[in-house]
């Protein structure tokens, strides 16, 4: 078998998390069907507590502790969606959460961690620093959750897809945003158990694409991070990924990369046609769709992931500048 967490284990982790994450709604999108010529509806998972869905993830992980683990508390690198999430799925559960990261991160970010109820721990000027410091935390008892690829996380993330077949029984086609795959792995995992014909699509941008390169190269490969709107995308696979590249490559149907125009153009859309903030990350399956990047979508749920970005950037895009972020470092 390709994977050991199951559609029981989604449901499990459904139970767990119920009443401590929201039920989002879905949408069906008269202008991205009406441009498709298909039934294009969007999941708002953009409008779950934190901005993300990895609250799924991250509640799931932190109820499935022990008691002796929930004692010693929680650490986390993230500085981004799961950063937050984790955070707060800690504070309602009542458990200590230390986040850890560089002096690099800018103030806004630690900031956002902070509102969320965390611990910040601010150590040297490196990713790599930070993780010195993780490491002496776990040693300490503490247990560090990851942001992927982590049998609780991805079977909190799956509890989007049940949603999903609830909202539209007749689903065809899901679009996900991908990174690691914790996200992708946990729908494709429950699509795929319920009715293995529906199609499962993976977007990425062009930017630094770590999961679709890796699985190019039929395996973990190390992917240069580079700047895109895209950010909450970014980031490696882990060269030692122990679930989510092979749930990926052998779940989902096809992977799909978008472009930073294209991301810019679908952010914008969001907002002046769907009345939607979303970031970049969230963008992709809107920006893949407008792209006529999807072959016969069909009945198609476009997961819109987060709404996390910096509202001046936000500003800028609506406006109808054409924001380089790659020039901006
Ligand atoms: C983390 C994240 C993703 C990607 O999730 P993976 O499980 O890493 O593939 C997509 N969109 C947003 C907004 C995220 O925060």
Known sequence: MNSDITLQDSFAARVRIAGRVRTTPIVFSPSLSEATGCDIRLKLEHTQITGSFKLRGATNAVLSLTEAERANGVVGVSTGNHGRGLAYAAKQAGVRCIICMSELVPQNKVEGIKAQGAEV?????????AQVEVDKLVAEGMVML?????????????????????????????????????????????????????????????????????????????VEELSTLADSLGGGVGLDNQHTF????????????????????????????????????????????LAG?????????????????????????????????????
Not at 121 to 129: A, W
Not at 166 to 192: C, F, H
Not at 307 to 322: F, K, T, V
């Open 121 to 129: 721990r601010i150590v040297g000027r490196s990713q790599d620093d």
């Open 146 to 222: 990851p942001p992927f690829d982590h049998r609780d996380i991805i079977a909190g993330q799956s509890t989007v897809a049940l949603e999903m077949l609830e909202q539209t029984p007749d689903l065809e086609t899901v679009l996900v945003p991908l990174s690691g795959g914790g996200l992708i792995s946990g729908v494709a995992m429950v699509m795929k158990a319920v009715n293995p014909s529906i199609r499962v699509i993976g977007v990425s941008m062009e930017r630094g694409a770590a999961m679709y390169e890796s699985q190019q190269a039929g395996k973990p490969i190390f």
């Open 293 to 329: 990047k999807i072959r016969n979508p069909g009945r198609c749920v476009s997961l819109i992931s987060g709404q996390n970005i910096d509202m001046a950037l936000h500003h800028r895009i609506i406006s109808g500048e054409d924001v380089d972020v790659t020039a901006e470092g």
């Open 246 to 289: 092979a749930m990926t490559r052998d779940l989902v149907d096809e992977m799909i990369l978008v472009t930073e125009t294209e991301i810019a153009q679908a952010i914008r859309h969001a907002y002046w046609q769907e009345r939607q903030v979303i970031e970049g990350s969230g963008s992709v399956g809107i920006a893949a769709l």
